[in-house]
């Protein structure tokens, strides 16, 4: 990915007139370009790793795969997150790891944990390199000097049980090459979060991933039937069967941990055939709690879409789902929502035929199936966007919680009007957005894109309204984080979240499993 936007530079979108003229008339962010760094003029703060440090590891991984050029320093500075792209244009002093490693065995691996615990040497596992959360941040936590450890080249399709329907990965495999090997033999693993083009399935394992078709099939930790994780203590091989009654789920204590407690290099992973057919179709409704309704009906009837997301007002207003015509015609005046239906041609629509008259009992009226097709054309585009906005002047992020059905209507008014009211302080006015992206039989989450316009100091700005959204979130009964995970940016909130108790029991895991406290300082344990 480009050093400081999202993904492929080939696949920028710059803003539409469209885009433009509702920056204008809405927030009162003029049409100014602005002029950004080249990498060589970023300043990074200066390696702090010794020579003999830095030999040692070298020894360890190899010369070639351990590097310390500013290039490759830079990539690995922190994530994707809004605050992440501001930071690279600023001409100051900026964190980066001390030199980036990259294994490609297992005992590399520990050998590597074993020589920075002893050392003290922070170490920060880095996957895609997508964490919107801080997750990457080069934080030393006290040390000497921080790595960033790449695990890409555990990049292999280790083993795959057709009978049984799993497959297993080395951790550092991409989501498109997850399914292009899957392909080559007729299966699909189905895991599509918007960071899929760049993110690893190591990195969806240790941060809870949720893909787009998590109605169908389920959550990344749904998934998971084992994996392995290196830790500074030693290895976890953990899952033995699809489930078992063998005391506590261990491999929960590495789903989710982001790095904290180990560094995982190998997930097996459910699978199933690829789908035969897809059936597509959208839907208007009058207003979001109609919709919101509706979707619950469906989810709790059970009639099985692969996809279900429902837009507000506001989001289908400027076309967002659709991400090519952004700021252009609308598509209905309401509430758009997509389904989509995969599987064997018999059951997709089976599955469409019931889902459709749940949608027609609860006020749905059908679009027909291109808004659907064109929604998932464009699913993966919308980080390319913000590079756009943030460029033109105008400040752009996403959040997401989850909570019940019957407290969604409470939970997305608290965090619009955090949000406004936060923005507006700063000087602007907010376009808030929101849609459901996944659902669950008792809730779903709330999905919240905001767009404003830059005033003063952005970085500061941004996070005033973040703050105010997640104070928000926490007094309202959702929880701070769905999918994107806590990293440095959703840490404060982790005490109100598990509790003071709980945070013990992470903290004893944590002295458990990195005595020394070398991995990725600063996230998730407050």
Known sequence: MKWNAWGDPAAAKPLSDGIRSLLEQALGVADADATELQADQVQLRPSALSDDDRAALAAIVGADYCLADHHDRLLHAGGKSTLDLLRRKDSDEQDAPDAVLLPGSDDEVAAILQYCSQHGIAVVPFGGGTSVVGGLDPARGGFSAVVSLDLRRFDQLLALDEVSGEAEFGAGVTGPEAERLLGEQGFSLGHFPQ???????????????????????????????????????????????????????????????????????????????????????????????????????????????????????????????????????????????????????????????????????????????????????????????????????????????????????????????????????????????????????????????????????????????????????????GTITHHHAVGADHRPWMANEVGELGVQVLRAVKSTLDPAGILNPGKLIP
């Open 195 to 477: 960071s899929f083009e760049f993110a690893s399935l190591g990195g969806f394992a240790a941060t809870r991933s949720s893909g787009q078709d998590s109605a169908g099939y389920g959550r990344f930790d749904d998934m998971v039937r084992g994996l392995r994780a290196i830790t500074p203590a030693g290895v976890l091989d953990l899952g033995r069967a699809p489930q078992s009654a063998a005391g506590p789920d261990l491999r929960q204590l590495l789903l989710g941990s982001e790095g904290v407690f180990g560094v995982i290099t190998q997930v097996r992973v459910r699978v199933h055939p690829v789908p035969e057919t897809a059936r597509y179709e959208a839907w208007s409704f009058p207003d979001f709690a109609t919709g919101t309704a509706a979707l619950r009906a469906v989810t709790q009837t059970g009639t099985g879409p692969t996809v279900i997301r429902l837009s507000d007002e506001a989001e289908t207003g400027v076309n967002l789902a659709t991400t090519e015509s952004i700021g252009e015609s609308q598509i209905t005046g309401g509430c758009l929502a997509i389904t989509v239906f995969e599987g064997t041609t018999a059951h997709a629509e089976s599955r469409h035929a019931e889902t459709r008259a749940v949608l027609e009992a609860h006020g749905g009226t059908s679009l027909g199936e291109a808004p659907a097709r064109a929604w998932e054309h464009g699913r993966f585009g919308a980080p390319y966007l913000r590079d756009s906005l943030l460029a033109a002047g105008a400040l752009c992020e996403t959040l997401e919680t989850a909570t019940t059905w019957s407290n969604i209507p409470s939970l997305k008014s608290a965090v619009t009007d955090a949000l406004t009211g936060a923005l507006a302080e700063s000087g602007t006015p907010a376009l808030v957005l929101c849609h459901i992206s996944h659902v669950y039989a008792t809730g779903a989450s709330l999905y919240f894109t905001v767009v404003a316009g830059q005033r003063g100091n952005p970085l500061e700005q941004w996070r005033a309204a973040k703050t105010a959204a997640s104070d928000a979130i926490v007094a309202t009964g």
